[in-house]
DNA sequence: CCTCAATCCTGACCGAGATCAGTCACGGGT
DNA sequence: ACCCGTGACTGATCTCGGTCAGGATTGAGG
């Protein structure tokens, strides 16, 4: 996976010219990589910089007072990272990578120029950004709404969906290095839960989840169990010429 | 309040040099007013507008397959509303006006031509959408996490700051047009646990919510009762020249 | 003055899911 | 071969907050 991941995903929305093709790949060329468990943004910190996912996983979480995290939302190749906190100048939440992560960087100066030079790539940027927040709105409303095993379904199938749309994923399963920890700060849940309704869902001939790879035992009746939606996901193709 | 509301909250983030204001100004000339309680964006619709608010209250909610609702966000003067529908192209979200509401319109071409005129005023809308993104997932981590008491607490201070923003509130309180089965939507509860929080939280002397007005009883206390954090809504000035 | 419809308010009951307190399988280090 | 740390897994118990089933208060309209 390399830059053009994310051209690949801003093209889907705005017709890029060759011109705001080459500002994009100027903007992402300096790459760096975390590696997994050590974080990479820490809450309350002011930082000038974002990144782009080009391989692995990470995710950014909420430190409550209480000592609780709750994941916001998981990152995959071609997803943005710290987007919010380079435009708030703040950022409000950490993120962790999940596993060794290579990600390629961008600067604030550079992505103001880029705005500048290449207007039609801050409308894709703004659209990646409604996605994203369109994403956390749909995932967060789950929390405390549907009942755990549907969350977890949902979640299931929409991380599939995702992966699906930069090829790491089919209708079959995927490989997902997270931990039943993560699962559970992800969707409110202790670990325990998780545990449980994982067992659940195997147990129904739903979804399966073991040794690191997520399969769909029966993907149709999944979707159906979880209520699953994926119109927020998708896009038709460029709307904007 | 005028359409200088859009414009004193954008400057707090970019300097909008004279031009930039123009453009602005135009952009948001068109008004438009609706009645309380008849809804004027539909989940799933396709529309290719949006508003800002100029007085009056609303809310966006979504709808969940077994008949409850979220509220995702109140809506009041200055702030933006269906901006991520019109990106995205498609409404994932319903908008019902819980006061009598008058907006000023925001055509899709419009701002897009605003945008190629006016790079910084994308730099500015980019912001002002990371800020309420910031917002949605502050307001929708703490559903589920936080106790129901905390939660409410949180969300009447988080109102009253934002309020405080726009000249409507102060330290000692608000007037607040919303009932009881609002707050219960907004916050995941049912109006019974929501009628018991509020009672909790006057008879704590910390905050009492009557007839259509907040009053902060003990506003440093409940600050410390709600772990209020209000970083996130503020913006110290101008971050860009 | 008497409905009616909202909205607010209350107590009794109950269930989903957290907490607690463990066991089991494994892999790495010494 | 042993220890130990990590993650998966299980059952018993407890509690927050939802549901149900009402009653009180208000204002609008006939």
Redesign the interface.
């Known amino acids: 996976m390399d830059s053009t991941a994310v051209a690949r995903k801003l093209g889907a929305f705005v017709a890029l010219s060759d011109a705001d093709r080459c500002i994009l790949t100027g903007l992402v060329k300096r790459r760096r990589s975390f590696e997994a468990g050590r974080d990479l943004v820490l809450q309350g910190q002011s930082d000038h910089v974002a990144y782009i996912v080009v391989s692995g996983w990470a995710c950014s979480y909420?430190l409550?007072?209480d000592g609780?995290r709750?994941i916001?939302d998981f990152q995959i190749p071609g997803d943005f990272l710290g987007?919010?906190s380079l435009?708030?100048?703040?950022s409000?939440?950490s993120v962790e990578p999940i596993t060794d992560l290579l990600v390629s960087e961008i600067r604030y100066p550079d992505l103001?120029d880029a705005?500048?030079q290449a207007?039609?790539l801050?409308?894709g940027?703004?659209?990646a950004?409604?996605?994203?927040?369109?994403m956390?709105?749909?995932h967060?409303?789950g929390?405390?709404?549907?009942e755990a095993s549907v969350r977890m379904a949902h979640f299931l199938l929409e991380t599939g969906a995702r992966l699906s749309l930069v090829s790491n994923g089919t209708r079959d399963g995927y490989a997902c290095p997270l931990t039943q920890y993560h699962l559970a700060d992800a969707l409110?849940l202790s670990s325990v839960h998780v545990n449980r309704v994982l067992r659940l869902l195997r147990e129904e001939g739903l979804v399966t989840f073991r040794d690191g790879f997520v399969t769909f035992d029966d993907y149709d009746r999944l979707v159906e169990y979880a209520?699953f939606e994926r119109?927020?996901l998708d896009q038709d193709g460029p709307?904007?010429t």
């Open positions: 909420k409550l007072p609780q709750q916001v987007l919010r435009m708030l100048h703040l409000d939440h103001l705005f500048r207007p039609r801050a409308t940027i703004l659209w950004a409604s996605r994203d927040e369109a956390v709105v749909e967060l409303v929390i405390g709404r549907r409110g209520e119109a927020y709307l904007l």
